[in-house]
């Protein structure tokens, strides 16, 4: 007893999914480093008195401003 999908149901599921995949483009371009890295960063930024950490973020939110 299989049930075989018509062609608008896969049409309307594969509209459906190309919608939550083109919604989630803005996150996927947002390439943090690692938690892992990050958190080197600001344990050797306390150290240093350095801004790596805050610097790397701020270098991903300006290469991908958030859409309007």
Known sequence: NKIVPTK?????EVTKL????D?????????YPSIG???DMQYHD???????????????KADNPKPE
């Not at 608008?8 to 309307?12: L, N, P, Q, Y």
């Not at 190309?18 to 995949?21: G, L, M, N």
């Not at 919604?23 to 390439?31: G, K």
Request: charged share 30%; proline share 0%; net charge negative.
């Open 46 to 60: 306390e150290l240093n008195g350095t801004t790596t950490w805050k610097d790397a973020v701020a270098k991903v």
């Open 18 to 21: 190309q919608a939550e995949y």
């Open 23 to 31: 919604a989630n483009q803005y996150q996927r371009d947002r390439q």
């Open 37 to 39: 890295d990050q958190l």
């Open 8 to 12: 608008s149901e896969i049409d309307a």
